[in-house]
Each structure stands twice: as structure tokens, then as C-alpha cells.
């Protein structure tokens, strides 16, 4: 993507050493991590089941468990990084996000590998949660929500060429050899981030004991307005979630594509989101949010038909990659509107505004191994769409 000067201005806070390419790249890939993570082992499940003799549920956990790690991850750091800067707890997970890939590569049971999932997950939260607490740092208003659209755009790379690096490591190494690379890719942004220049100045942050750092969460919580786009957030999340944790099963499956033909109908797919981000660059917060929920209903609808009636790959196909887009076109308006909601605890309202999709997420991925999972996948994004354009319905009078 080529990311011209232009698209981004250069406040006044930001050290030389942080340009506007790099802020953009390095925060885009930490925001990214978590979804990397998930979706460069998504070609190793099936292998994983047969590995291990257990069963899909069984596996699904294992993206579950680093889901919840990268819910309840971002609600320990946002507050340290509200109190101790950006930096320093970002070091400190990246280090032990290259450990827990270690811990992985050894781990000879399911409960091994769960438990190292969950701890991987907490270390991927310290990236998402403080790269949007950075951008929160570092702009305001419209130029803040340009500058989390370009992250999205940024974003959007990882699950395009995540599952195609884990079809491309299946054919030299077996799974544990997609963690072995995690904990490479690790290393390698423990030295980026030596670069990074601290976003938070010494005079913003909270000068309390850190205990009261994590009081300010009753009082983001209480504010309905930003609690309501994080729900709407939530949902859309849920959708997507549901079809991430099933795409290998359906298309591998159902369907009976070759690993690298998923990959790339993967990678397809989520090249759909890239450009609903870089799109959501080029319009207001408010009708990229409307546009991405009202698109989704009528996805959810026709996908939801077409579940039940065995309908037509290449159908199937689209709606996905439509859902993606919508889901591009969407995140960054609805991220920016709620953290600027909450700008002097921006820590804390990005963990937030982070928690809840991931936790969301995590409660949908072993629901889709429920039964049929081709028709389950498609009943709770049906349901997802739904309940977000519900929530947008009662948001939208206060934004």
C-alpha cells in the first residue's frame, strides 16, 4: 500500500525518530497481532485434531482461550499504559508473546497448548491495546479517525497473509513450526519497538496509585454512549469471529478445498476488509459505521438462506468477502467515535472498546463447532448483524 505524506499529518508531539511511516506500519502491525496470530494457524487445525486424536471443539478451544488472553489482557495493560507510558509494558508483553510461542512449540497436550494459547493471547493484547492508545496519543478528531482507518488498512494485511505463510510453513514444518515462527516474528518487533518514541507524555499520565488506574474503568462503563458502540463493535466482531473459527471446516471440509486453495480464498477475503478500511479513510466516521451495519444485514440475510439450502460455493464466496469489507468499512469509525468519547483515559477506553469484541469472539468460536457448522456459522452472523444494527438504532441519537 503506498501511503503518501499526505495521508497523514504530523502532530507536533511526535519525536523525529517516529515518522509518519513508521508510526503507521509499527502500530498497524501491533494492532494486528492478535488476528495474526488466530488466523496464521487456521490452516493448522484439521492437522492439530489429527495430531492430538481429539476432536474440533477440542482445538476451537485453543483460539477461544487466546481470544480470552487478548480480552482480559487489554483490561490489565490499558491502565499501566495510562500510568507508566506506552512503551514499557509494550517491551514487556511483546517478550513474553515470543515465550509463550516458545511454550507452545513444546507442549505435548491440548491443555498445554490451550494454557500457552491463553498466555499468548494476553501478551497479543499489550500490541492492539496500546496501539490504538498511541494513535489516541497522538491525534484528535478527524485526523484520529483517518489515522485508525490507515491502521485498519495496515491491519487488514495480517489475515491476508497469515493463512497463506501457515499453508506456505505446513508444507516445510509441521504446526509447531507456525509457532516457532510466531516466536521469531516476536523478536523481531521487540527490536522495532526500541525504536518507537513514547507516545505518552510524563505530564498526561495518571499520577495516582495504579489501583486507582483501574477504578477509571467504572467510569467509562457508566458512559451508555460508549459502551453502546462498543457493543455495536461487539457484534460485528461476534459475525466475523464465527466465520474465522469455521473457515477451515467449511471450506477444507464442506466444501473440499486443498489447504492452500482455502488459504488463498482466505486471504481473498480478508483483502475485503483492507479495502473497507482504507475506504473508511475517505468518509465520515457516521456513514462508514451505517453503511457497514445496514450492508451486513442484508449479507447476514442471504448468507443465513443460503447455509440452509446447501446454496452454491461461489455465493457463499461473496457474501463473506462482502461481510469482510462491511466489516472494514465499519471498525474505524465506530473505534475512533468511542475513544474520543474518553480521550484522558485513553488507555483504558481502548482495553475497553477492546475487551468486549474479544470476549464476544470468544463465546461465538466453539459455538460454530456446535452441530452443522456450515449452518451454525451462518445463523450467528445472521444473529450478530441483527443485534449490532439494534444497538446502532438507540447509539446513533448521541453521536
Not at 465506530?334 to 483515559?345: D, G, K, N
Amino acid at each position: 500500500m503506498n501511503i503518501s505524506s499526505e495521508a497523514i499529518d504530523n502532530p507536533p508531539n511526535i519525536s523525529v525518530n517516529n515518522s509518519r511511516l513508521f508510526l503507521v506500519l509499527f502500530l498497524g502491525v501491533l494492532a494486528a497481532i492478535g488476528p495474526f496470530v488466530m488466523d496464521l494457524y487456521l490452516p493448522a487445525l484439521p492437522s492439530v485434531v489429527t495430531y492430538f486424536d481429539t476432536s474440533m471443539p477440542t482445538v476451537q478451544l485453543s483460539l477461544t482461550s487466546c481470544m480470552v488472553g487478548l480480552a482480559v489482557g487489554q483490561l490489565i495493560i490499558g491502565p499501566l499504559s495510562d500510568k507508566y507510558g506506552r512503551k514499557m509494558p509494550l517491551l514487556i508483553c511483546i517478550t513474553l508473546f515470543a515465550l509463550s510461542g516458545i511454550g507452545i512449540v513444546m507442549a505435548e497436550n491440548m491443555q498445554t497448548l490451550i494454557s500457552f494459547r491463553f498466555l499468548q493471547g494476553i501478551s497479543s493484547a499489550g500490541g492492539v491495546v496500546i496501539a490504538r492508545a498511541a494513535a489516541a496519543d497522538l491525534y484528535e478528531g478527524p485526523e484520529m479517525a483517518r489515522f485508525f482507518a490507515l491502521l485498519m488498512s495496515v491491519n487488514g494485511v495480517a489475515p491476508i497473509i497469515a493463512p497463506v505463510i501457515g499453508s506456505l510453513l505446513l508444507e516445510i514444518t509441521d504446526w509447531r513450526g507456525v509457532f516457532a515462527f510466531q516466536a521469531g516474528l516476536g523478536i523481531l518487533l521487540f527490536i522495532a519497538c526500541l525504536r518507537f518514541q513514547e507516545s505518552l507524555s510524563i505530564n498526561k499520565r495518571h499520577d495516582g496509585e495504579i489501583v486507582s488506574s483501574y477504578m477509571n474503568y467504572f467510569a467509562i462503563i457508566k458512559n451508555g454512549p460508549f459502551m453502546l458502540l462498543t457493543g455495536v463493535l461487539s457484534f460485528m466482531t461476534a459475525g466475523l469471529v464465527a466465520y474465522i473459527a469455521a473457515s477451515p471446516f467449511i471450506f477444507q471440509d464442506h466444501y473440499q478445498l486443498s489447504t492452500m486453495a482455502f488459504s488463498l480464498i482466505f486471504s481473498f477475503n480478508a483483502a475485503g476488509f483492507a479495502i473497507g478500511a482504507y475506504i473508511a479513510s475517505k468518509i465520515s466516521q457516521k456513514a462508514g459505521v451505517k453503511f457497514g451495519i445496514f450492508s451486513s444485514v442484508i449479507v447476514g440475510i442471504a448468507l443465513y438462506i443460503l447455509v440452509m439450502t446447501n446454496g452454491n460455493f461461489w455465493l457463499v464466496e461473496l457474501c463473506l468477502f462482502i461481510y469482510g469489507f462491511n466489516y472494514g468499512v465499519l471498525a474505524p469509525g465506530v473505534s475512533s467515535l468511542a475513544i474520543a468519547m474518553e480521550r484522558q483515559y485513553a488507555g483504558s477506553a481502548s482495553a475497553v472498546a477492546g475487551f468486549f469484541p474479544f470476549l464476544m469472539g470468544a463465546i461465538v468460536s466453539p459455538l460454530v463447532g456446535i452441530g452443522d457448522t456450515f449452518i451454525s456459522t451462518g445463523f450467528i452472523m445472521f444473529i450478530s448483524t441483527l443485534l449490532a444494527l439494534l444497538t446502532w438504532f438507540i447509539v446513533r441519537k448521541y453521536i
